[in-house]
C-alpha cells in the first residue's frame, strides 16, 4: 500500500507499518490498482487528482480505479468524472456515513455512485472498512445523499443544542429531561450521542464538517432554484452556537 498526505507527520503510523510514502500524489498511485482520496472540499480534491505536474489522475495505471470519498458538491463529482472519462479511468464517488471510529471498527457506510460493475469491483475494498455498500445511480447521486444525510445530521444536532440550552435557561436536570425524551417514539440514534459530547464540549470538528455539509446542500438546493427550510439552514446559521 502507498500513501500520501499533505502533512507528512500524519503518515508516520502508516509508514512504521510498513506502507510507501509517496511525495506527491502522482508518485503515490503509480503502481496501485485502486485509488482512494478522501480530502477537505473541491478545491483540495481538483488539486490531488488533477494537477498537471503532481495529480494523481496522471500517475494512475490504465487498470486503476479511482475512488473519491470526500464530502463534495454533486457539480464537481460529475466534472471529475467527466474528466476520468476523457483519460478513459475508471471512476466511482464513494463518500461515507461515519468518522474514524466507524472505520476502526468496520463500520462506515458507504454511498456510491457510477458503474455497477466497476463497484462491484471495489466492493471488497470498501468493506474493509465499512458494512454495507449502497449504489445510489449515477455520479453525483452519492455526494446528494452524502449532503442529504448530513443535513439530517445538522437538524439533529441544532435541535439538540438549542433544547440543552432552554433547559439549562431554565434550571432543569439536563440529563433526566434528556433521558426521559431518550424513550419516545421521536428519539433517533444519533440524538443519543448529542448531548453527551456537548457537555463534555467534544466533537467541535464533526460538527463542524457538518455545517459544511449543510451549506453545501444549501447550495445545490438554490443552483436547482429549490426553496431550502428554515431547519435545513439553521446548523449553518447557528454553528458557533453549537461547537460551543
Known sequence: ?????????????LASAGAIIGKTPREAVASADVVLSMVRDDDVSHEVWLDAEHG??????????AIESSTLTPGWIKTLAAE?????????????????????????VWFAGGEQDVIKKIQPVLLQMGSVVY??????SAA?????????????????????GILNQEGADVA?????VSGTSCWSPL????????????GRGQYVRCGKAVSLKEEEA??????????????????????G
Open 1 to 13: 500500500m502507498a500513501v500520501w498526505n499533505r502533512t507528512p507527520a500524519a503518515v508516520k503510523e
Open 56 to 65: 494523481a489522475l496522471a500517475g494512475m495505471q490504465p487498470h486503476s480505479i
Open 84 to 108: 476520468m472519462a476523457t483519460h478513459t479511468r475508471h471512476f466511482v464517488e464513494a463518500p461515507v456515513s461515519g468518522s474514524r471510529p466507524q472505520a476502526e471498527a468496520g463500520t462506515l
Open 135 to 140: 449504489h445510489t445511480g449515477a455520479h453525483g
Open 144 to 164: 446528494l445523499t452524502k449532503l442529504a444525510t448530513n443535513a439530517l445530521m445538522g437538524v439533529q444536532v441544532t435541535a439538540i443544542a438549542e433544547i440543552i
Open 176 to 180: 433526566r429531561v434528556l433521558n426521559a
Open 191 to 202: 440524538a443519543g450521542g448529542i448531548p453527551a459530547s456537548y457537555r463534555r464540549r467534544t
Open 222 to 243: 438554490l443552483r436547482n432554484n429549490f426553496a431550502v427550510t428554515i431547519a435545513v439552514g439553521q446548523p449553518t446559521l447557528h454553528g458557533g452556537k453549537i461547537c
